[in-house]
């Protein structure tokens, strides 16, 4: 049985490949974007495709962006979170505004269209909503520590949710992607703090220096993630979380692994806690 997706920032990227993987599996559609022409752009135009206008910051958009799917197309059964960007340096040389527009992109944005998208699925009792995090929603890392906090917050976000809406049959499955050779380290989608601070010059030289080596070098494939995304869209119980490439199934290995061995080493001290009745 064919199905209606709702893709946000679809015009290029993980999101025009996951676009472009539906469509070949014979399902409709909607590519949204902040620009609904670079979007149908992207793609070979078909009955199959519904390009619309949605910037994920702007609440009122995103209700009039489902809605107009839902009188386009009827329905919609996968909602894919994918709209977002990496605010990169070190946290004290970003500023205030710089923390605002992550989040309202990241976390908000994410906010906006699931609310949007919830009664509808709810309606049908049926829909599986996959939220696209990062390893930066599982590992901190230096120069990271505004898009790991954005990413953070979804993986939160994605779990409760899951447990809200889950006796009305829709899924929540949470994307870890590792590196993907996709423009998101490019100038047109990264974003570093302004600010300078003399003592962090020489990291922040070292994490923008890392960035730039690994600029289109990464290891994973946009292409084979959209068609793994599609497979898991058709099975009876998805993953509540998914690891996408090798480095962050070892990244999410080596995470558990450390996490169990701090817990343990501090159990005893941690149900000193408890007080008596």
Known sequence: ???TWLV?????????????AALQAGDRVAAS??????????????????????????????????????????????????????QLGVFEENEPADVERQFATN?????????AVLP???RQRSGRIFNLSSIAGVRGARGGSLYSATKFAVEGFSEALAAEVASFGITVTIVQPGFFRTDFLDASSLRRG???????????SAVHAAYDA???????????????????AGREKPPMRF?????????VATKIDAWRSEFERWRALSVTTDGQF
């Not at 946000?8 to 472009?20: E, L, P, Q």
């Not at 609440?59 to 059964?77: K, L, N, S, T, Y």
């Not at 302004?194 to 922040?204: F, M, N, V, W």
């Open 1 to 3: 049985m064919s199905k």
């Open 8 to 20: 946000t920032g679809a015009a290029r990227g993980i999101g025009a490949g996951i676009v472009k």
């Open 33 to 86: 974007g902040r620009d609904a022409a670079k979007v149908a752009e992207a793609f070979d135009p078909g009955p199959a495709l519904f390009a619309v206008k949605l910037d994920v910051t702007d609440e009122p958009q995103a209700h009039d962006a489902v809605q107009a799917v839902v009188e386009h197309f009827g329905r919609i059964d996968v909602l894919v979170n994918n709209a977002g960007y990496g």
């Open 107 to 115: 976390v908000f944005g994410v906010f906006n269209v699931t609310r």
């Open 120 to 122: 509808v699925m709810r």
């Open 194 to 204: 302004g600010k300078q601070i003399a003592d962090y010059a020489e990291l922040s």
């Open 214 to 232: 690994r600029n289109h070098q990464q290891i994973g494939d946009p292409a084979k993630l959209a068609a793994v995304i599609v497979d898991l």
């Open 243 to 251: 690891a996408a490439g090798s480095d962050a199934v070892e990244i």
